[in-house]
């Protein structure tokens, strides 16, 4: 559980971080602003797909953490699991 809790951190923090930082939503929102303005339009079109997906990796992630506080709750409550069949 903690070793899945940090991976889904860390990977919403680099989601979330600025246009410096490699893999977040903004750096690709600014590759495709830049695509846009030069006119470049196939790659425009193939960054925008990445973003669509990315932004939706979001929304997965979070609701991941979601899902592993109440496995992590349930956890908590029967022994780790040790008594369920």
Known sequence: MPKLER?????LARLA???NVRGSVA?????VDN???????AIATYLQDRLNTREALVGTLKQRQTDL???????GANDNGKGAK
């Open 17 to 19: 971080a600025g246009p």
């Open 69 to 75: 506080q109440g496995v992590q709750t349930w956890c």
């Open 27 to 31: 750096r690709l929102e600014a590759r």
């Open 35 to 41: 695509a846009k303005k030069l006119d470049h339009t």
């Open 7 to 11: 991976r889904v951190e860390r990977d």
